[in-house]
């Protein structure tokens, strides 16, 4: 889906951004009819707020658009974006440059994204045409590997089964020439990938790992991990109908693992990528994992099953000791891991876990300028005890409930020892209530930060 293409611009209506500052200016220069129609709708240029102008024959002439000002302690660079989603259908193009024209770019595409697989009616949607002076294909792949995860966090578990992710995966692995191995069911075993076949066991669609590697074999080596929980019921520890309704989306960071494959391969980034999705479905049948049952893990460590809910730590884990058995020079994890997370930082603002110190203010860095914010919690070593197995060597269930973000990536660390350094994201891939560039529903993130990083890292092109 091309998302800045096409028309010429010569009958496009121009957007002019305006601020407190620049307003007495830019009202001064209106034609006549336009400053009297600004001033009888009492237009102020409070950010976000819009406004049509008319020409003297009443005709559709241009837009006003309010944005902070400079000033302004916290400016959302999508909003612009704001005008996708309420400007009629038409072409348009900016008058005058907001605070940062790609990100308002990108923000307009990704504000543009709907998910109407299942609509009758489609709408008809503003386009913009892009200024020259911008790399409008790097925007278009950004806004493309979103769309691609947030279609698969939006598409409803029969619809996005274990069968479907593992076919999205292998399809974008072929689109780059990437061949993708698939370890299914009962060869899970075989392979000695003993959690995620005790998850992903009970499900009408058998659990499986999908493994792929892209660019050169020399190159630096990035592996991305992503739970690929296709629907969790919570298993035999099932969870309340409040809590199980969104659960089509706990295969978002699995989506999010793919987003950001997507902008790696198709920016051609010179490094050797590979992707790892445990993909199951937590669900509840005869063959279902019992609270307490004791299962060996890849790496060794046994683990007990303190509850049923707990299962994405369970197929990470596995995943995570692969990953880390070759050593990766950066290893990144996604997951819609707990619900601890939302409860400390909220929907908007996922929390990641690094021990390096480097890396951990490159994401920082990296999160803002790419809008694509996150924050840092501590993989704190005196609540590790917390997740002492009482049966096993280690529990899928803290002891306290509390501090339920860390003690999970706690337990994931268990399972990395070799990569130079090893990031995790517990993600909530959904965003509740529309804001700029983030429609109501499925979201993918901190892909495009990690892509920012790894770009500024590797450089851009392989050569
Ligand atoms: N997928 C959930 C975590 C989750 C819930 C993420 C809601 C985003 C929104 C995970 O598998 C889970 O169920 N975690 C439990 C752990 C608890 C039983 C210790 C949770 O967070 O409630
Ligand atoms: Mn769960
Ligand atoms: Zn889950």
Known sequence: MPFFEGPSPANAVPITFVTLQSWPEIKAALPIAAAHFAAASKFEPTPGRSLILPDAEGRFAGV???????????????????LAGVLPAGIYRFANAPHDTALALLGWALTAYR????????????????????????INTLARAVTLGRDLIN???????????EAAAVTLAAQFGA???????????KENFPLIHAVGRAAAKPPRLVDFSWGAE???????????VCFDTGGLDIKPSSGMYLMKKDMGGAATALALAYMIMARGLPLRLRVLLPIVENAISATAMHPSDVYPSRKGLSVEVGNTDCE????????????????PELLFDFATLTGAARVALGPDLPPFYTEDEALAAAIAQHAAAANDPVWRLPLWQPYDKLIDGKTADITNNAASGLAGSITAAL????????????????IYAWTP???????EGAEVQAARLIFDLLENRYGTRAS
């Open 64 to 82: 006003l658009f309010g944005l902070e000002g400079q000033a302004a302690r916290f400016r959302d660079p999508f909003l612009p974006g704001k």
């Open 115 to 138: 998910f109407d697989r299942y609509k009758k009616r489609k709408d008809a949607q503003p386009q913009l045409v892009p200024p020259g002076d911008i790399d409008v294909a790097r």
């Open 155 to 165: 598409t409803p578990a029969n619809d996005m089964d274990p069968d479907a992710l």
């Open 179 to 189: 061949e993708a191995a698939i370890t299914l069911g009962d060869d899970l075993l």
């Open 218 to 228: 020399d190159a630096p080596k990035v592996t991305l991990v992503g739970k690929g």
């Open 312 to 327: 994405g730590r369970m197929i990470l884990a596995d995943a995570l000791a692969l990953a880390d058995e070759d050593a």
């Open 411 to 426: 337990f994931l660390k268990r399972f990395v020892e070799k990569a130079k350094a090893w990031t995790h994201f517990d």
């Open 433 to 439: 209530s529309a804001k700029p560039g983030r429609p």
